[in-house]
């Protein structure tokens, strides 16, 4: 019986060292994982662009965020990409200040686009251009509750170009979720 | 990352815990049905959301699911005979029906009706397809019998395999969302295991490494779509659907057969990694069954007699250095499921989620976890009942097709990512 056991558990070419995964992956190894911080600091930037992505913004900003920043745009009017260049984007910090689309996203790690509605494309566009160009990863995250099939689609169309990930979240509390999960 | 209480309250299932009160809300698969292969057979242990029972199918062929204990001296049932419409302690000869009911005490007058004062806890076990399901919480609760496509299709279209994978079930299951290791950890696989091979996807697959994700809540889950340059500006796209608490689905490759799974705790530092392959519309080939049989595709090899994988922590899961140098593997792990098992369990039994560094590509794990919380804290604060256990939300697909860019996954392939029965799955 114990031959027969040898030969089902344990191949003499791979005999159970100190270092194998049989003892590495225990809970009473875990124990001795190197305790220290293994990132640095996140830059995240976080641009509403439209005014029910804003309100949903609003709600968290005052939690303690890890360094995260974020952005309104400072009127609803729709931009043009083609005429609207980084400088001219007209960004705002949550207390009302003004807010250079540039200097935000230079040295940021990750841009958060949030919409409720597809009414803002081409802000969309200038902003990711900007995290494009700094190959900076662009998440989009279209916030979806209440609202028809079809103005959902149009708020994931506004994105769809510019984003590496794409998100349709029914409920708004993904937005402090997600932000959390990736240490904004 | 995740806070330390909501890593412990999504990975840990005992009775009483939040997350093990959800999972007592599913039908959830508990055995194969040829372990219990005929009326009368040898009973057989089952431990299951940390709690240790026994499995027998007497001798009218009703299934059995009951606490492994006598309930006179604590004897395991598992040295039970099964005889007669009933277990039988060898102990002292108490003897339980199917549902844990105590039907004989030998040592206590026949009228006193002693027995039916002793009850085992005993669940329900139903067959549905290759497998035994069991419903573990309140059966005034008890949600519709599972309809899931693969186990409802014909016997000969449809094959069940299960292997025991030793850590926490959330991180085997957000293996099975996380599609982007795909292109890293199995490239070796796709260009060599039958029953991943020849498909033109996985040229896409293996030409572009930075796919670009989308996440969509379902009603019972999440649709997962991960999109990849294709020919003139389309998009080879790939949705994975997610189904609460935890079955997933593989994007099918050409007329493979489809693949998933369900990830169902032991307990909170083991998990059963289920693993099923069917084909919609026809049955499978002897070579596609051999193929699963022999530990292809998302099946694996075992120690002879048991569950547990060949490739285990044991044996470093048989590494093999100069197949990862020479290209066939790109881990040095055989197989696609031991690919993925080995490195799950290196994390340790229960990965320490507040050091990890997730990026926003991970967003479909990210939402997971989320949905999951909410259930979770939705059921236990409020009563209510968690998404996944409506026969509609089960009768879902995964899907593979090529897009022009301006067409949503989700609105393009609504028909592709539900069941149908007689159409075959959209694969490329």
């Not at chain 2, 926003?360 to 209510?384: P, W």
Request: one cysteine or more; aromatic letters at 8%.
């Amino acid at each position: 019986m114990g031959q027969d056991l040898r030969e089902l558990f344990f191949d003499p070419n791979h005999p159970t060292m100190l270092g194998a995964c049989a003892r590495a992956a225990t809970a009473a190894e875990a124990r001795y994982r190197v305790p220290y911080p293994n990132s640095a600091t996140r830059a995240s930037r976080v641009f509403a662009l439209d005014a029910g992505a804003a309100e949903a913004m609003y709600a968290i900003t005052e939690e303690p965020w890890q360094g995260a920043h974020f952005l309104t745009l400072a009127n609803s009017g729709p931009v043009d990409p083609e005429t609207t260049g980084a400088a001219d984007l007209p960004l705002a910090h949550p207390d009302g200040s003004a807010a250079d689309l540039m200097a935000e996203i230079d040295g940021a790690d990750v841009v958060v686009l949030l919409a409720s509605s597809g009414e803002n494309e081409g802000a969309a566009e200038v902003i990711a251009r900007e995290a494009y160009h700094r190959r900076i990863m662009s998440a989009g995250l279209a916030l979806a509750g209440g609202q028809s099939d079809r103005a959902v689609d149009r708020t994931v169309n506004s994105m769809r170009r510019f984003a590496t990930v794409l998100v349709v979240a029914r409920d708004n509390d993904f937005i402090p979720a997600m932000l959390t999960a990736l240490r904004a | 990352m995740l806070r330390k209480d909501v890593n412990d309250l999504l990975t840990q299932t005992d009775p009483g815990t939040a997350m093990g009160e959800m999972f007592r809300q599913y039908w959830i698969p508990a055995l194969l049905a040829k372990e219990l292969p005929e009326d009368d057979c040898p009973p057989v242990r089952v431990k299951l959301l940390g709690e240790r029972l026994i499995a027998f199918c007497d001798s009218k062929g009703r299934y059995g699911l009951i606490d492994e204990f006598c309930a006179h001296r604590g004897v395991s049932l598992w040295f039970g005979r099964n005889e007669e419409a009933g277990l039988r302690c060898p102990y002292h000869g108490w003897k339980y029906d199917y549902t844990g009911q105590c039907i004989e005490v030998p040592s206590e007058p026949e009228e006193s009706g002693f027995c039916q004062k002793i009850k085992l806890k005993g669940y329900p076990l139903i067959k549905v397809g290759d497998v035994l399901w069991t419903h573990m919480g309140d059966k005034d609760n008890r949600p519709p019998e599972p309809t899931w496509e693969f186990a409802t299709v014909a016997p000969e279209q449809t094959y069940t395999s299960k292997r025991w994978q030793e850590c926490n079930w959330l991180q085997a299951m957000e293996g099975g969302i996380d599609s982007s290791h795909v292109s890293w950890l199995h490239s070796g696989s796709l260009k060599s295991d039958p029953l991943f091979k020849g498909a033109r996807g996985n040229q896409y697959n293996q030409a572009d490494k930075k796919p670009v994700f989308e996440v969509v809540e379902s009603d019972g889950g999440l649709f997962i779509g991960a999109r990849r340059m294709a020919e003139e500006g389309h998009y080879y796209w790939r949705i994975t659907p997610w189904v609460m608490p935890s079955f997933t689905m593989v994007p099918p490759r050409g007329d493979h057969p489809v693949h998933g799974h369900f990830w169902i705790p032991v307990d909170d530092e083991n998990c059963w990694a289920w693993s099923f392959d069917y084909h919609p519309t026809r049955a499978l080939t002897g070579e596609e069954r051999q193929a699963m049989i022999d530990g292809y595709g998302v099946h694996n090899q075992y120690v002879p007699g048991t569950f547990r994988p060949k490739q285990n922590k044991d044996n470093d899961y048989l590494m093999d250095r100069e197949a990862q140098k020479r290209g066939e593997s790109y881990s040095g792990i055989w197989g696609i499921a031991m690919q993925d098992a080995s490195l799950q369990e290196s994390m340790g039994p229960i990965v320490d989620r507040t050091r990890e560094n997730l990026v926003s590509t991970d967003n479909g794990i990210i939402m997971a976890r989320h949905r999951l919380r909410k259930a979770c804290v939705g059921l236990r604060d409020k009563g209510t009942l968690p998404p996944g256990r409506a026969p509609e939300h089960q009768q879902v697909r995964s899907a593979a097709r090529v897009l022009p860019p301006d067409e949503p996954f989700k609105e393009a392939m609504k028909d592709d990512l539900r069941v149908r029965p007689g159409v075959k799955q959209t694969s490329v």
